[in-house]
């Protein structure tokens, strides 16, 4: 939250207030029922990016901005409620990022965690500790905390991502690091393990060919993602929401100690309810047409549309296609929260 708190009671001498100044002391009693509200509140207020109002700026961004000289050439997608903060809520940084065919983001590593969800074009990777992860739309790849990374393109293509990460979050423990760029240098594998290791659910390698990172998958490729949904989907009764939970094959905790990641589907005309929780979310529409309920708010949506429902704000998702399934990603701060006993849901309605 970005309002000061009020730290001086009028009501009390001046000299008084001015002596506590001096020594570096503050009333309570003025700011407690801000510090601690009797509601839940957050200035982050629910939004909507559309694509294709966004898409034009950053292929402006690639016309202007040199990657040698951004470096990572992204925009920011700043909650309205939140005075101008690179974040998307509270704890949650978001942003578009686009690479041109021949260009290399360099290498680097930092405390935050990251995650990428492809939005468009094809032929680009990020390296992650030496593993080449191609990216393909609606491929998942995480860049853990400390993690070497970097971004390359040999397609033809402008290619396109939302990165999430924990930065804002990250901050407020005055714990944000980042070492210094280097020339990427080329991946030491073809690969990444969700092309050979971990290819089906409820398997694991007995000894794996990657290092040991704690992080044994960094990539979910879309195509294993979707024909999963569309499996349950084609089971689950109409009345059972049908969506799948990134998860660390090896331990099945959330792929990021920090962040959550899912994806949902909506067979056609399907209302998918979520109730309100204490965890913030960021959704990104991978396919389908739609409309969105966020508090009091209502978006319609598209491929490639960003939203975004700050803490304790029930959603609800609407598939308006008449045939068509719809399918949202969603990261979340709830690990974080989790973590932190700060996890609450109401019961659903
Ligand atoms: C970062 O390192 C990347 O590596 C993307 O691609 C977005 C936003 C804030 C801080 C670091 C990347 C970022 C970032």
Known sequence: MTTTLTTRDESLPAPYSEALDALSVGPLWTALHQLLPNERVTAARPH????????????EAARLVPIEQAERRVLVLRNPGLGGAYAVTATLFAGLQIILPGEAAPSHHHTPAALRLVVE????YTTVDGVKCVMEPGDLIITPPMRWHDHGH???EPV????????????????SWASRMRAARPPGTGTDSSQDEFTAAGLVPRRSRYEDTGYPQVRWPWSTVRRALASMAAAAPADQPVGLCYVNPKTGAPPLATMGCECQWLRPGETARIPRRTSSAVYQVIEGRGESRVGDATFAWEPGDTLVAP?????????????????LFQFNDEPAVRALGLWREEPPA
């Open 48 to 59: 909507r990016w559309r694509w294709r109002e966004v898409r034009p700026q950053l292929l």
């Open 154 to 156: 040999e397609g033809r």
């Open 160 to 175: 396109v991502w939302l990165d999430g990460l924990d930065i804002p979050l990250v901050r407020s423990f005055d714990a």
């Open 121 to 124: 074009g094809r032929g680009a």
């Open 311 to 327: 803490p304790w704000h029930a959603v609800e998702h609407v598939n308006l296609a008449p045939a068509a399934p719809a399918c």
